[in-house]
């Protein structure tokens, strides 16, 4: 096989209006309210009303932190049994390619580009990150639909003054900090069912984008 391309996506300030479709910013997490999706039907027959929508919601710390090249996250608000997660911990991106990682790489340096090799959606319920220190993050989205490309992503950059909410099926891969390490106030549907995919593994590609907004 060749070696995995990288697909840039556009780095976009996150208004509500730029988030139409994917969510919108949150300005009280407390008061924010989780979406949650009834249980689908089988046939014909509906489901009673009030029922299948009775998992409710959990909350807990969403953490990422820089480790070298590589960014890590931790979603506290949920148990961790997929195989995506080892020792509790997801893999959320890199530097650079993983294959040109340096280990030479300073901390202390700028992270001038993110990228990513896998995205995933819950379609149980909606899902909402809300910065606890005020530092800036990025979050890639794409809208519904499982025949999804790298290509359809696009990063949203949020000031870290708000919260972000995104609504049930929308693609993403939780949050990224360009900072060292930034903790999120997360709140979610219980059921917690997620659908993967992993750009490496499916089209043999990578996506990244910029850090900082275009001037």
């Known amino acids: 096989m060749s070696d995995p391309k990288a697909v840039e996506i556009p780095l976009i300030k996150a208004t509500n209006e730029s988030l139409k479709g994917y ?11 989780i979406e949650i999706v009834t249980w689908p039907k089988q046939g014909w027959r509906e489901i ?15 953490d990422v932190w820089w480790d070298d090249n590589i960014l890590y996250g931790q979603n506290n608000a949920v148990a961790h049994k997929s195989k995506y997660e080892v020792d509790g911990k997801y893999i959320l991106g890199y530097s650079s390619l993983p294959d040109k990682i340096s280990k030479n ?5 700028s992270r001038k580009e993110i990228y990513i090799w896998h995205a995933n959606y819950h379609p149980d319920g909606g899902q909402l ?3 606890t220190e005020n530092k800036s993050f990025i979050s890639p989205l794409a ?11 696009k990063a949203f950059y949020i000031d870290g003054t708000k919260g972000l909410y995104i609504h049930p099926n929308i693609w993403h891969e939780g949050v990224f900090s360009i900072q060292k390490k ?20 499916e089209f043999n590609k990578y996506i990244f984008f910029k850090t900082e907004l275009p001037r």
């Open 129 to 131: 990150f809300f910065p």
């Open 23 to 33: 969510g919108y910013l949150i300005d009280n997490y407390e008061e924010s309210k």
């Open 182 to 201: 930034c903790s999120f106030k997360g709140k979610q549907g219980k059921v917690h069912a997620r659908v993967s995919i992993d750009f490496k593994k």
């Open 48 to 62: 009673d009303a009030g029922t299948g929508n009775e998992g409710g919601i959990t909350q807990g710390s969403f």
């Open 105 to 109: 790489y300073n901390n202390n340096s």
């Open 143 to 153: 809208l519904p639909g499982d025949n999804i490309q790298p290509e359809d992503f």
